[in-house]
């Protein structure tokens, strides 16, 4: 994979490549490997925990940090972008989630509100603020792609997924939400992939995390989408083949989102298996 040149041309920015666990890692560099330029860009806090840094170096692209709780962060990245990649932007990947309250170890009844104002300012209004100063400073060519990670616990109930359900939830609506607007100012598209669980840094954090993994690839009739595979279809979805689909949240799970149960799964709670 990685040759055919699809995203020829065009320019884009990376959010979130933290090491090369990372979705948004993977996507940097199939990228870089269908023909297009890049900015990499994360939280000030990764030069110090990840290896952002190396992968800017090793593609030889530009690398800014942005605050994505602060407008004139963001309005620096965008202008930046546009600077060093020597015009406007084609598609950008939001990469970006953190909940404090997760990250504690607070029970999602006994939530810290402070924590949580900063896991949804974090996690989903920053995906709101990005668009806003995107479409201020017309920094999108028409048909763009805007894309954002998320994960289906918007839908439905992981328990130790906590606040973070809520997070995503707000995120996909901010995809249809400034879809709508995006689309009818200036012909760029916004969407969202739900990712299967996958085993990056973020994913990890989470409790139970080998259950949910191994839960949802029992589940899913192909099995969990890996990191790569993620990639391809963000990359899909930069590129012109795409051009008409905005405003969705789309499943990329290998299935598991429209299983109702695997045959597998039935033969473990038989009564039989279950020694009743």
């Known amino acids: 994979m990685g040759n055919n040149q699809i995203l020829k041309g065009k320019r884009g920015i990376v959010f ?17 490997a269908e023909g297009a330029q890049i ?17 800017a170096t090793k593609l030889n692209v530009p690398l800014i940090y942005a605050d994505v709780t602060k407008m004139e962060d963001l309005q620096t990245l965008v202008d930046g972008s546009v ?29 810290n509100y402070d924590y949580m104002h900063t896991t949804l300012d974090i996690s989903a209004m920053s995906f709101h ?20 990670l998320t994960y289906i616990a918007a839908q439905r109930v992981f328990p130790d997924y906590g606040e973070m359900a809520d997070a995503k939830s707000l995120l996909e609506s901010y995809a249809r939400s400034f879809g709508y607007h995006y689309g009818k100012a200036k012909k760029v598209r916004v969407n969202t992939i739900s990712q299967s669980p996958t085993k990056t840094t973020a994913g990890s954090g989470v409790g139970g ?21 993620c990639a391809e279809y963000c990359i899909s979805l930069f590129s012109d083949y795409t051009r008409m689909v905005t405003m969705q949240n789309l499943f990329h799970d290998g299935g598991f989102s429209f299983t109702g149960v695997s045959q597998e799964l039935i033969e473990t709670f038989t009564d039989n298996a279950l020694g009743k």
């Open 16 to 32: 979130g490549a933290l090491n090369e666990a990372s979705i948004a890692w993977k996507v940097a560099e199939l990228c870089i």
């Open 129 to 148: 603020r990005l668009m806003q100063t995107l479409i201020k400073s017309d920094a999108v060519n028409e048909w763009g792609s805007i894309l954002a």
């Open 83 to 111: 600077e060093k990649l020597g015009g406007k932007l084609d598609f950008v990947l939001h990469s970006v989630g953190m909940s404090l309250n997760v990250r504690k170890k607070n029970p999602y009844t006994d939530s």
């Open 209 to 229: 995390f080998d259950a949910f993994y191994n839960y949802a690839n029992t589940m899913s009739p192909l099995g969990n989408a890996s990191g790569e595979a």
């Open 39 to 55: 900015v990499l860009t994360n939280a000030p806090v990764a030069a110090k925990i990840g290896q952002t840094e190396e992968l």
